[in-house]
């Protein structure tokens, strides 16, 4: 079962436009949002996350927009870089002792010049 | 502070083989995870630790894959004998009190 859907699967972007990616997800249960940036032959960064109290969170260019109601999550990469060029995860998991991150399928971003 | 770490970098086995994969985690984090990352896919979860006891490991295949953490601190995943399948990246993590979790650049395994 799938708990976290993710779009698109791959997205190409002129340097300085807007990057977006999509989430949904199922269970109700979570309350952690992190969305995770991966260049190849590295491990998943922590790029941004967020907690369903709040709407939306700003960090840099890097900003997520959350929709409780409709249990769906967005990427928004502002003014893309060439640099930002990677796959991106997004990811959900509860608070707690046996708390674990259930990943989207990915999407990679190719910005070019 | 220093991040996960994990070794080897790389490893080619033949099929049947096995394999291990060593994991350090950030020191102080009590919370340690194994993931599996099929190239073009997510991580997925294989076995969760807290401490040195096993919180899940449901989707961990137990016929092949083993891992412990005796001491608390560093982990090893073992897998014998390995599948054509199992070529993946396999990923450690630790997480903060604060539910933030650190990945390791992994360890990928082709196996031939």
């Known amino acids: 079962q799938q708990q976290v859907k993710q779009s698109p699967q791959s997205l190409i972007v002129q340097k300085g436009g807007i990057s977006i990616i999509n989430c949904a997800y199922e269970?109700?249960?979570?309350?952690?949002f992190p969305w995770y940036q991966q260049f190849p032959g590295k491990g998943p960064a922590l790029l941004i996350a967020?907690?369903?109290?709040?709407s939306e969170k700003k960090e840099g260019r890097f900003t997520i927009s959350f929709n409780k109601s409709a249990k769906q999550f967005s990427l928004h990469i502002m003014d893309s870089q060439p640099g930002d060029s990677a796959t991106y995860f997004c990811?959900?998991?509860?608070?707690?002792?046996?708390?674990?991150?259930?990943f989207g399928t990915g999407t990679r971003l190719q910005v070019t010049l | 502070e220093a991040g996960v770490a994990q070794s080897p970098r790389y490893k080619i086995i033949e099929k049947r083989q096995s394999v291990a994969f060593w994991c350090n985690p950030i020191?102080?984090?009590?919370?340690l995870y194994w993931y599996q990352q099929i190239l073009g896919q997510g991580p997925k979860l294989l076995i969760q630790?807290?401490?040195?006891?096993?919180?899940?490991d449901s989707q961990l295949p137990k016929d092949r894959f083993s891992a412990e953490r005796l001491k608390g601190v560093d982990s090893t995943l073992k897998i014998q004998p390995a599948k054509l399948e199992d070529s993946a990246v396999y990923l450690c993590?630790?997480?903060?009190?604060?539910?933030?979790?650190?990945f390791g650049e992994g360890s990928w395994l082709t196996v031939v």
């Open positions: 993590a630790s997480r903060t009190v604060a539910n933030t979790i650190y």
């Open positions: 269970n109700t249960a979570f309350d952690y």
């Open positions: 967020i907690r369903p109290d709040v």
């Open positions: 990811a959900a998991s509860f608070t707690g002792t046996a708390s674990k991150l259930t």
């Open positions: 020191s102080g984090h009590a919370t």
């Open positions: 630790f807290q401490n040195n006891g096993v919180v899940d």
